[in-house]
């Protein structure tokens, strides 16, 4: 499954969703403050095994990121 990075238009909140491919994105929701129709970013497609390598990965650089 497409893993796919948004960014909120109303806090910036970075998040990403898993998206089939042309499935509109505007009713996904910022799990920061709800706001809808969020930025699509241009990353490349991950696998969510990278995804979680990457989490891993920033959680030993920055552990106060994830409480
Ligand atoms: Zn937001």
């Not at 499954?1 to 910036?12: E, H, I, Q, R, T």
């Amino acid at each position: 499954m497409p893993l796919y990075d948004f960014a909120c238009c109303a806090c910036g909140h970075e998040y990403e969703a898993i998206l089939k491919i042309e499935e509109p994105h505007d009713q996904l929701e910022c799990p920061q403050c709800g706001a809808k129709a969020p930025k699509k970013l241009a990353t490349a497609f991950r696998t969510n095994t990278w995804s979680k390598f990457l989490d891993d990965m920033e959680k030993r650089v920055n552990p106060h990121k994830f409480k």
